[in-house]
């Protein structure tokens, strides 16, 4: 998934360098009010295991590997502007250090993967939540989805630059057939681990997934196996959370 | 905000926090050794369409950690460890520094008010 030197023109690679300074830029601005003195800590934690996960590549058939991408874990877990600054530490982490993506294409892959994947799938998991009415028993649901459509999403940016830049003579509506093609595959896997880790982190401390609102009052939660609608946490648009003196019980 | 909630998460954070880092360690140590070596979904794509030979070096290829193998380390799993451990180390460094500002910004805006 990340964009090694030279598939993709300098021009687009520097136009997309912009794009990621302005969506790096924007995320700094709306992170200037955090919630609490736990969301930064939580922000650096998130991309140390973001950086441990891209590691372990999984095989998906054909003598073909995908590896999370966690731009929507990260996402859901801290909220997209911390997501955004996250990943983006990895990704220079990973270029600068372990020549993983290239040099020239950073804004490139920073683009793809720093802005598109997080703000995507925070997205999905929001829309799929609100349309739930908050419900718990959807966070799976939401979470993988979120994780699928993230993934989609960063296959499509990398087309769209390949269709704007690439270096190739080769047909660029092919490269994104194939391209979305075995990434829809990828992002099952990864919508599968984003909700299986999104569920584990909220039922051990509901408080620490940022993606997470009460349920509405009138909606009774059934069957969820998680903290119920009476966990006392409530959220505000802004994506600050309160969490009352009652959450502290299931602790 | 009151002074009541601002504790609640707060406090467990560095247990959350070590509990994510030692996880860490573990997907690095334990899983990262038994990753596929198969390209990946994009590797192929370019191998498939034959797009794959217009990659170019990047500036930082020579580095002692390129492909997360530990240079000079000749057993395959190990090699993987160390550089995945440096890894940790590193984007936790850089994650402090950043998220430390991003914290240090938004107190001192909340003091302004």
Do not use: C, K
Request: hydrophobic fraction near 55%; charged fraction near 15%; proline fraction near 4%.
């Amino acid at each position: 998934m990340h964009i090694p030197d030279g598939f993709i023109s300098v021009p687009v690679a520097a136009a997309a360098a912009v794009v990621a300074a302005g969506g790096i830029a924007g995320a700094l601005r709306s992170s200037r009010r955090l919630p609490d003195d736990a969301a930064a800590p939580l922000a650096g934690l998130v991309a140390v295991f973001v950086f441990a996960a891209q590691m372990v590549n999984f095989p998906i058939g054909a003598g073909t590997s995908g590896h999370l991408v966690g731009g929507a874990l990260a996402a859901i877990l801290v909220g997209p502007s911390l997501a955004v600054l996250a990943m983006t530490v990895v990704v220079v982490v990973q270029a600068l250090v372990f020549a993983d993506g290239g040099l020239l294409a950073l804004g490139l892959n920073l683009t793809n993967l720093a802005i598109v994947a997080p703000v995507v799938g925070y997205l999905v998991f929001r829309t799929v939540m609100r349309i739930a009415a908050e419900r718990r028993a959807a966070v799976p649901i939401a979470a993988g989805l979120a994780g699928m459509a993230a993934v989609l999403a960063t296959a499509s940016a990398f087309s769209l630059e390949f269709w704007l830049g690439g270096t190739d003579a080769v047909d660029a509506s092919l490269v994104a057939a194939a391209t979305i093609g075995v990434h829809s595959v990828i992002g099952i896997v990864e919508g599968v681990i984003t909700a299986l880790i999104v569920v584990a982190v909220l039922g051990l401390r509901t408080d620490l997934v940022a993606g997470v609102r009460r349920p509405r009052p009138d909606v009774v939660d059934q069957g969820s196996g998680l903290a119920g609608a009476s966990d006392g946490q409530s959220g505000t648009p802004g994506g600050q959370r309160v969490v009352s003196t009652s959450d502290s019980a299931e602790r | 905000m009151s002074m009541e909630w601002l504790g609640q998460r707060q406090r467990g954070v560095a247990v959350v926090v070590l509990a994510g880092l030692v996880l860490s360690i573990l997907v690095t140590t334990v899983l990262a050794p038994l990753a596929s070596s198969d390209p990946d979904g994009l590797e192929r794509v370019a191998e498939d369409l034959g797009f794959a030979d217009s990659e170019a070096q990047s500036a930082t290829a020579d580095s002692a950690l390129a492909d997360y193998a530990l240079g000079g380390v000749s057993d395959e799993g190990w090699s993987t460890r160390g550089a995945g451990l440096i890894g940790l180390v590193v984007t936790a460094g850089v994650g402090f520094v950043v998220f430390s500002a991003v914290r240090r910004r938004s107190a001192g805006h909340d003091r302004a008010r």
